[in-house]
């Protein structure tokens, strides 16, 4: 019997080692466990992410960097990680950006949603499949004849564009930020821009309902100089960073400045992502005169209907209008931090947001618009409601920790 005895713990204890060193067996720890992937054994890690606010968050995009990534996978490819909701158990939608294209990715993205004062947990593991599904967001520039040298760009939500010159000479304006309205959630820029047919007449897929006119539409920007706003010329030239599934990034560069013989240019660095209104946006001015002051002023047109609210305080204004018979309400929004807004003043049918700009330094705000036909923005209160918290968001950014 004692033989016996000790066989069967040598058998047990033999049992154990297998099952530790097999490829392919799991111990859950709870916060860290061993897959097979690539025919080895890999190392996954939990991504704990907390809502630090009482307001919800949809659609939140979680941005893991390149340093942080790399120090915990040093020698994979970040292109092939694979994040998964832990408690529904769903791999979710992801996206590597390398923003200045130096061939290193700088950011691992994916979304999800979170209650308020939320904290979830998702695994991050190495994939053998790095292809993605369909996007959810989409830029491009738009060749004559059709586009006249639009540059476009759209989410599940809304879409926006910029008028390419020949247009902006048609139109008297080359910095205004125009609104699709979409009624599907589905990529809708090459439909509107269909031959022999016009995007102002909605199809049953949306439309071109917003007039932006000679003005500044929704978020177009100027500079702000002896009491006035200057507009450049359309942009001339355009580069495409990062094209879904997640985020679109593009700049747009603008040189049509000239004041006492110094030289203005713009790039506007321009970020839209999934199941967003806001458009994030950074403007860096370069000056043959760096001395030369001025305000970088980025306006939303009010027509006689526009129902406008102000929060300076708070960093951000907005408005209501109507888009005429038949064709529903629009919002459009402007956030910026506090720190760097001069004042809000209402010029020329337009409420101008004037920011503090300086050479070389990217001013960074966000405007966004929301239509009522499609999507939860169905009222004026409830698009004020959205702006609040949308402020409240972009001040408390989600935490972001990996366990071992």
């Not at 040598?10 to 690539?38: Q, R, S």
């Not at 495409?240 to 240019?265: S, Y």
Request: glycine content about 8%; hydrophobic content about 35%; charged content about 25%.
């Amino acid at each position: 019997m004692k033989v016996k005895l000790i066989d069967n713990r040598l058998l047990w204890l033999a049992l154990f080692i297998f099952c530790i060193f097999m490829p392919g067996y799991n111990i859950d720890a709870g916060e860290v466990n061993f897959n097979k992937n690539k025919g080895s054994n890999q190392l996954t890690k939990i991504i704990k992410v907390e809502n630090p606010i009482s307001v919800s968050r949809k659609n939140e995009t979680i941005a893991l960097s390149y340093k942080l990534l790399k120090k915990e996978f040093k020698k994979a490819d970040i292109k092939f990680l694979q994040i998964k909701d832990i408690k529904q158990d769903k791999i979710l939608l992801t996206q590597a950006i390398d923003y200045n294209q130096d061939g290193i990715i700088d950011e691992f993205l994916f979304q999800s949603d979170f209650n308020s004062k939320e904290t979830k947990k998702f695994s991050i593991s190495l994939s053998e499949n790095n292809a993605p599904d369909s996007s959810l967001v989409y830029a491009a520039f738009i060749s004559k004849p059709e586009g006249l040298g639009d540059f476009a760009w759209e989410n599940d939500y809304i879409g926006y564009r910029m008028y390419g010159q020949a247009r902006a000479d048609a139109q008297g304006t080359g910095t205004a930020i125009d609104v699709w309205c979409k009624r599907l959630p589905d990529r809708l820029t090459d439909k509107w821009y269909t031959p022999g047919q016009s995007y102002h007449v909605d199809k049953g897929y949306g439309a071109d309902h917003y007039a932006s006119g000679k003005n500044q539409g929704c978020g177009g920007s100027g500079v702000y100089y002896n009491d006035q706003v200057y507009f450049s010329k359309s942009y001339s030239s355009w580069k495409i960073m990062a094209n879904g599934p997640i985020r679109v990034v593009f700049e747009l560069e603008f040189t049509g400045w000239q004041f006492e013989n110094n030289d203005i240019k713009e790039v506007k660095r321009i970020t839209l992502d999934a199941g967003q209104y806001f458009n994030q946006i950074e403007s860096t001015y370069k000056l043959s005169d760096s001395t030369f002051a001025f305000s970088h002023a980025v306006g939303i047109v009010q027509r006689t209907d526009s129902e406008s609210f102000i929060e300076k305080k708070e960093g951000w204004f907005g408005s209501w209008e109507s888009l005429g018979e038949n064709n529903g309400y629009l919002g459009c929004g402007f956030i910026a931090p506090v720190s760097i807004i001069i004042d809000i003043k209402n010029l020329n049918n337009h409420l101008f947001g004037l920011l503090v700009s300086k050479p070389g330094e990217s001013i960074r705000y966000y405007t966004g618009a929301a239509w009522n036909e499609f999507g939860p923005v169905k009222s004026f209160e409830i698009w004020k409601t959205y702006i609040e918290n949308k402020v409240q968001c972009i001040n408390n950014k989600c935490i972001v920790s990996i366990r071992k």
